[in-house]
Nanobody
């Protein structure tokens, strides 16, 4: 059974940092493009950052220069380092893995940025 399990969310003050982790139980994990999406209350889910199986990174404009996505293919992990967090970054963050027609999601981890 495929699982993506996120961790690392929580409450942080504006300007602070968090590191999200995603553990993937996927065979052939290295073939997948993996990414982080987020969904704030009343809004649609949106792409935050993505990294292809070849290591090409893609970031949403609103996180460029603040967030960094990385992956460890051997450990089947995906990370999102989030710096200079803003209140508008508050959302549930979801890990995603895609390969051809396969599209898997984690259950999400809450990130709240508030003083």
């Amino acid at each position: 059974q495929v699982q993506l399990v996120e961790s690392g969310g929580g409450l942080v003050q504006p300007g602070g940092s968090l590191r999200l982790s995603c553990a993937a139980s996927l065979s052939a994990f290295s073939l997948y493009s993996v990414g982080w999406y987020r969904q704030a209350p009343g809004k649609q889910r949106e792409l935050v950052a993505q990294i292809s199986n070849g290591g090409i990174r893609n970031y949403a404009d609103f996180v460029k220069g603040r967030f960094t996505i990385s992956r460890d293919k051997d450990e089947k992990m995906v990370y999102l380092q989030m710096n200079s967090l803003k209140p508008e970054d508050t959302a549930v963050y979801y890990c995603n893995a895609q390969f051809i027609w396969n599209d898997y999601w984690g259950q999400g981890t809450q990130v709240t940025v508030s003083s």
